[in-house]
């Protein structure tokens, strides 16, 4: 497959999209023929000419797709797909390579070094600085929504392309192991090619769990101590004193095998399972560290203290230190292997971290003592800072189950104790009730009791949180949470089930009205006395933002997320609370996502004192953190944002742009709701128009896409909502409502006051450069046959009423930045998009057919058209970036 149309931006990335482009398309030619390449490329060169906006281009182009027979549809959209991943493995390893070229060097690379001369210039320096860098406290969750559309057998071999590809940016040309490194490359285009890309079997949440594991094997292990040793030098440089040893400014979380909320598969027995198989494999990385450090350590000169501990061996202390390690670390995974499979064992694992780390201690004192500092500050240094990092869990695993799953637990209880109907009660007698519970020496659960499998399945997940596996949970998330009483009732559950270290229980509130009303229910909840003790002045609060957004609209939702993290500080701070908020935030800017650093620096001012807690999910998790050297530029942007929101806070936002936002807000969700619940229609065109229905038939990951059976856009997942718009281009959640909101001051010429809050409010800034991003991967024309091709006659007025909307915000986003064209001052995406554009554009047209072609007869439809219509929404993310 040619790229000859590939990024002008610089030349060596040029050069290794046509490589591996080249090498795609005679993998293709083998197996199917130069006729079959041929009809790939011109429909190719076809869907180039089409983009220039030529009608008659557009319809030799779809005359093209229209006629294609069964046979080659597969083939076909096989061919775009993988062009567009391998494209993608291209730019993203080019992103991180030393030879990119000037044009593509953002500031990431100077972002931490800047920022520490700005610091210097207001007197923050020295030994304070490197505290405060490793006390930034970051923590990313890594979530398994459904979004990751890539197979873990294809992510691996993407990842061996990636590594390949650097290889060969570090060798000259000419060079003799050019030649052997592209044949590497061929065979394994060539392996990708004769793998199915489209799961057959919807994975598991234990495979979910091992998916995450895997970013931390190949990607985070080594990305953290190298981020760190980054950081150090740095501070070094300009006088300040080193990182303490067992610094951990970022840590990392999951959800994989802990997210129960709206998810059956996730079970007691799998929160067990994933507990112990992150045990398993934390001891075997740190196995591999022992190992390679029991051949390097082989000294001889030693502290006295050292040799005190390993006597058997005073000859090599260093080592004996490392055997005994190696011994322990063997049992450790016996031991969880054993434990995973729910077997007991009699073996002798490390089960604190400290076990790990005090010889670790011991020997790195020790060659600092004999003036071996370059020996304790090579690998050894990196395991230190691994365990301080990931320790014996390896990665914390939140729990979170839904509010009313609690309540149906307390109301069984109350039944078979006949103390009344608890879900009937009022909040004040809810929480006397939970009080007196608490307080109570007697046992809560009933010995001789049968509760429903449901019950019983929350109090059983509870047990697993009382065994030495809940060392390894982090938190218990309550979603859905509403009242302190429904804090009350998780603190009082855990307690019953034998959770004695005081679990922080987190509520989450998710929609308009939760996030208006957190605070207030926050106050009342740190007014009672026994919480106070509790919590022991801490609590975390997460904010989400999927359903805020599916809820109220995008426009509405960030502003609400912004007023709540406000009142949430302010009150936690009247109250004598150490806050620390933890933001929900997808992939896709419909659901809260974007650049790190931009949306950390437009959080409320002082809304980062307590550290960052943020979700990371789905393929977002592969693009930036899926290699080592990519890992480490991400990690950095989060340590500089929270560093610099802390120390270098921007100003408060003026009342009279507060004001604005409030009006904006309330005219963007008025506009949503009444398009998205108030439109008769807009359900119906909304399953008419777009694969929402047939998104089922991917095995995405272990959670349904609906969280009730039938019912409207209400019972439909964030995730595949966003999903839907995006492959047919409309990308209706993320500006929905923000089109009329917008629309209102400009037309009473008010815009110099919104172009003055882009300017200078980092909030406002932020959301209009989002809205800018998503707005440019719209497509009106693409939308547009979709319509054609999928709904009726009847609805078509309403995608008409749509596609002028879209118009009408992208005319808003231009005026508001002052521009001619979007992405004016990001020629990066810009051209990014220009190249997929010509790969993604057929898919789109071939998956509205295969969709009409589907819906006709759905008893008669081909394997070929099944697995080409799989195959088109695979590329269409991959072509995208994003899915959900």
Same mark, same amino acid.
């Given at each position: ?173 000419? %060079? ?17 090619? %004769? ?75 799998? *929160? ?18 022992? +190992? ?197 009732? @998780? ?10 270290? %005081?679990? !922080? ?52 939702? @960030?502003?609400? #997320? ?45 809304? @980062? ?34 560093? +610099?929101?802390?120390?270098? !806070? ?41 694969? +929402?229905? +047939? ?12 969280? /009730? ?81 999928? @709904?009726?006659?009847?609805? #078509? ?33 810009? %051209? ?7 790969? *993604?554009? !057929? ?26 219509? /799989? ?14």
């Amino acid at each position: 497959m040619s790229a000859t149309d590939a990024f002008e931006l610089d030349a060596l990335l040029r050069d290794k999209v046509k490589l591996l482009g080249n090498l795609l398309g005679k993998t293709i030619e083998n197996q199917y023929g130069s006729s079959m390449l041929k009809r790939i490329e011109d429909i190719r060169k076809q869907a180039k000419k089409a983009r220039n906006g030529d009608d008659a281009e557009r319809d030799r182009l779809l005359a093209l797709l229209k006629t294609m027979p069964d046979d080659a549809l597969v083939p076909v959209v096989r061919g775009f797909n993988q062009f567009l991943n391998l494209a993608n493995i291209a730019e993203q390893q080019h992103g991180a390579s030393w030879r990119r070229s000037d044009f593509l060097h953002d500031d990431v690379e100077q972002m931490f070094s800047n920022l520490l001369d700005r610091l210097q210039q207001k007197g923050i320096a020295g030994l304070n600085l490197s505290q405060k860098v490793a006390d930034v406290n970051i923590e990313l969750v890594l979530t398994a929504h459904p979004t990751e559309i890539t197979r873990r057998t294809l992510i691996q071999k993407y990842d061996l392309i990636a590594r390949l590809l650097q290889q060969r940016d570090d060798l000259r040309d000419g %060079h003799p192991q050019l030649l052997e490194i592209e044949q590497q490359l061929a065979s394994v285009v060539e392996e990708i090619w %004769h793998s199915d890309e489209i799961r057959q079997v919807r994975p598991t949440a234990v495979d979910e769990a091992k998916w995450g594991f895997a970013v931390i094997e190949n990607s985070l292990w080594y990305a953290v101590p190298q981020l760190l040793r980054n950081l150090d030098d740095e501070l070094r440089q300009r006088g300040s004193s080193a990182l303490p040893l067992t610094a951990a400014p970022v840590r990392f979380s999951s959800w994989m095998g802990g997210d129960r909320d709206g998810n059956p598969n996730v079970t007691s027995a799998v *929160t067990r399972e994933v507990l112990f198989l992150a045990r398993w494999m934390a001891a075997d990385l740190f196995l591999r560290d022992i +190992e390679q450090l029991g051949m390097q350590l082989s000294m001889t000169a030693a502290s006295a203290e050292l040799r005190r501990a390993y006597p058997d061996n005073l000859h090599e202390p260093y080592r004996a230190c490392m055997h005994q390690l190696r011994h322990r670390l063997e049992q450790t995974k016996l031991w969880a292997a054993a434990k995973a499979r729910g077997a007991e064992s009699d073996y002798e694992p490390l089960l604190e971290d400290d076990e790990l780390l005090q010889p670790l201690m011991l020997c790195y004192n020790s060659l600092v003592e004999q003036g071996l500092d370059t020996v304790a500050n090579g690998s050894l240094l990196d395991t230190l800072r691994r365990v301080a990092c990931f320790g014996l869990a390896l990665v914390k695993l939140d729990v979170r189950q839904e509010s009313t799953r609690h309540a149906d637990v307390l109301q069984e209880i109350c039944a078979f104790y006949n103390w009344g109907d608890y879900k009937s009660w009022d909040e004040e007698k809810k929480q006397q009730f939970l009080l007196n519970e608490l307080a109570s020496r007697r046992p809560l659960i009933p010995s001789r009791w049968t509760p429903t499998a449901e019950t019983q399945e929350v109090l059983d997940t509870m047990s697993v949180l009382a065994t030495r596996a809940g060392d390894g949970v982090s938190c218990y998330i309550i979603s859905m949470a509403s009242e302190p009483s429904d804090i009350l009732a @998780v603190a009082l559950l855990l307690q019953a089930c034998g959770v004695r270290d %005081h679990m !922080p229980v987190v509520p989450l509130f998710e929609t308009l009205s939760d996030l208006e009303q957190s605070a207030p229910r926050m106050e009342k909840l740190w007014s009672v006395d026994w919480y106070r003790q509790y919590c022991k002045g801490h609590q975390q609060v997460m904010i989400g933002y999927s359903d805020s957004s599916k809820d109220a609209g995008q426009l509405a939702a @960030v502003w609400a #997320q912004y007023r709540a993290q406000e009142a949430l500080s302010k009150t936690a701070q009247d109250k004598g609370i150490k806050l620390r908020l933890f933001h929900g935030r997808g992939g896709s800017v419909g659901r809260g996502g974007g650049p790190a650093h931009r949306a950390i620096l437009s959080q409320p001012p002082g809304s @980062v004192l307590g550290g960052l807690r943020v979700t990371e999910q789905g393929e977002m998790i592969r693009f930036k953190f899926g290699l080592p050297e990519v890992a480490v530029r991400n990690l950095k942007v989060y340590v500089s944002a929270v560093l +610099e929101a802390n120390l270098l !806070p921007p100003e408060a936002a003026q009342p009279q742009w507060r004001e604005r936002m409030e009006q904006l807000a309330g005219a963007g969700v008025k506009s949503y709701r009444a398009m998205v619940r108030d439109t008769p229609d807009f359900v119906r065109y909304f399953r008419a128009a777009t694969p +929402e229905q +047939e998104l089922g038939k991917l095995s995405l990951g272990s959670r349904p896409a609906r969280r /009730k059976s039938g019912g409207g856009i209400e019972t439909l997942r964030a995730i595949p909502w966003i999903f839907a718009w995006t492959q047919m281009r409309l990308m209706l959640p993320a500006w929905l409502g923000s089109d009329e909101a917008l629309a209102q001051p400009v037309n009473h010429g008010e815009l110099p006051q919104l172009q003055s809050m882009y300017a200078q409010w980092p909030f406002f800034r932020t959301y209009i450069d989002m809205l800018e991003m998503v707005i440019s991967k719209a497509d009106p024309a693409i939308a547009q046959y979709y319509e054609s091709r999928l @709904v009726e006659a009847e609805l #078509q007025p309403l995608g008409s009423q749509l596609r002028i909307r879209l118009q009408k915000i992208r005319e808003l986003v231009l005026a508001i930045k002052d521009q001619q064209t979007l992405l004016q001052d990001n020629l990066a995406l810009q %051209h990014s998009m220009s190249v997929r554009n010509p790969y *993604t554009d !057929p898919l789109h047209y071939l998956q509205a057919e295969l969709l009409y072609r589907e819906r006709q007869d759905q008893d008669v439809v081909s394997k070929e058209v099944e697995r080409a219509l /799989k195959v088109t929404m695979a590329g269409i993310a991959a072509g995208m970036r994003n899915t959900g």
